[in-house]
């Protein structure tokens, strides 16, 4: 899946050069996050061990496993389905036009729209599912070792968490992902929280209207 197409971003507002880091460093993130689902869920030989390293090799004790989760997708992303650069314009009506394979960039979209349609709910299901993890000790341990201890009520707890802020986020592949992290709920849910905050930066560039994909 690698026919790209031009997609278009309406730009808008006061841009600073923070911004012009942002958006495109986490909207690459996203891009690479969706392509890497599509791969999985198309492949013909069901869930390749390569597409899987990314969700498999990481403990997810702190940020840096989720950096470098999204190294490890981007790097899958092949050269020819990555976004490149078409064209830019800053002066109104600004916009920039990338190219890359579409139906992945059309994925990103609903996922920001659908945060910016739900976002009360979706920051204080957040709010609450950090908070559960902090009060049951579940949020810096390495979750590969951690998940042959996890009592019941806490693979519940993980596995609705996933689910409910999946659901909210238009997320239709956590039962993807969670097949992906060979059933570990934990990292599956530390996975869909990675997702939230990079789909939370977008929309709020999309919801202040300086680039509304």
Known sequence: MT????????????????????YPHTYGKGYSFFFNLTQLRDSEDDLIDELLLPFRINAWRGGYDA?????QLAS????????????VQYASPGFLDLSLVVPV???VNLAVK???ARSSELISNYRNIQQELRDRKLHSL????RELELRKDE???LDASADSLGEMLDLPEVSLVRE????????????VLAHYRRVRTLANYAKSGQAKP
């Open 142 to 145: 390495d979750v590969r070792k």
């Open 3 to 22: 026919e790209t197409g031009i997609h278009r971003i309406a730009l808008g507002g006061e841009w600073s050069l923070q911004d012009l880091y942002e």
């Open 76 to 87: 899958r992303v092949p050269r020819a389905g990555r976004p490149r650069l078409y064209r």
């Open 67 to 71: 950096v470098n989760f999204y190294k």
């Open 114 to 116: 659908a945060f910016n």
């Open 105 to 107: 960039a059309i994925a």
């Open 155 to 157: 693979l519940q707890f």
């Open 180 to 191: 992906a992290t060979g059933n570990n709920s934990l990292t599956t849910l530390k996975v």
